[in-house]
């Protein structure tokens, strides 16, 4: 059994090289074009709409990033947590700190983003110590030590033993950026590839999708929210991704 279970983890190390070689799906015309015209919009922006579109972000942020992981907080509720750090009785002690979490790792790279210094492996253990803080369970802030599975998922990732070296990998390359991606590319690119890995033995998408904020931020954009509503479509194409190594459907659908 562990002999069968260490052949089809070991397979992901396949995939994971083919996401490292490969320049991502290219990104329509049509949606480019729009990218740049909101970033545009956004360059635009009075000091006082800056500040009220960035408290709008943290909540909406926080809000679409847990939900997406199984929190059932509202939006309002969010709200209420962040802006008056209120605790809401009715939901768990986890639900709450997932809540008092993603902030705190938003400014972190928000913070680093204006640093303008290379990435490091020590960044993604602090995205994962921040987001995950209060979590026992989660292990925050370390690598995980065994197997991972990906509930509803046929992809297994790698043995713990090459996460260290994985996870060293991908920064060098990000920072490197051999292909010479622009922001979005690099950030959609550095997503998957973080996801893939599942360094952690908890909270490793919101690692990802704070990976790519990182990189967004970097170039000039806002961080992406991935809606909840989309929460379905984001697990398929990445799964797409991972075991068909079909790439273009979730370059599309992370673009959008």
């Known amino acids: ?23 991502p799906s290219p990104i329509s015309l049509r949606l480019t074009t729009r990218i740049a015209e909101l970033k545009k919009q956004l360059s635009t922006l009075s000091p006082g709409a800056i500040c009220r579109v960035d408290m709008a972000l943290k909540t909406e942020y926080t809000y679409h990033m ?3 992981e199984g929190n059932t ?4 509720e969010v709200r209420l947590i962040i802006e008056h750090g209120l605790t809401i009785g009715s939901h768990s002690l986890r639900e709450h700190l997932e809540a008092v979490n993603i902030p705190k790792a938003l400014e972190y790279i928000i913070e680093s983003a204006g640093r303008k210094r290379k990435l490091r492996v020590e960044d993604i253990l602090v995205l994962h110590s921040l987001a995950m803080r209060g979590i026992d369970e989660a292990e925050p802030g370390r690598f995980r030590s065994g197997y991972v599975a990906i509930t509803g ?12 070296f994985l996870v060293e990998q991908m920064v060098d390359h990000l920072n490197s950026n051999p292909f010479r991606l622009d922001p979005v590319e690099l950030a959609l690119k ?29 170039g000039g954009y806002p961080p992406a929210i991935i809606r909840r509503e989309h929460r379905r479509r984001y697990l398929s194409v990445i799964e797409k991704a991972q075991i068909r190594l079909d790439f273009e459907p979730y370059y599309d659908f992370m673009a959008q």
């Open 1 to 23: 059994m562990g002999d069968s279970l260490e052949r089809v983890a070991r397979r992901s190390l396949d995939v994971i090289k083919i996401i490292e070689a490969s320049k």
């Open 66 to 68: 847990i939900a997406i």
């Open 73 to 76: 907080l509202s939006l309002k």
């Open 153 to 164: 998922s046929k992809y297994l990732p790698p043995p713990a033993y090459e996460v260290p």
């Open 190 to 218: 550095a997503h998957l590839w973080l996801i893939s890995i599942h360094p952690f033995r908890d909270g490793n998408g919101r690692v990802a999708r704070l990976l790519m904020g990182l990189i967004l931020l970097r």
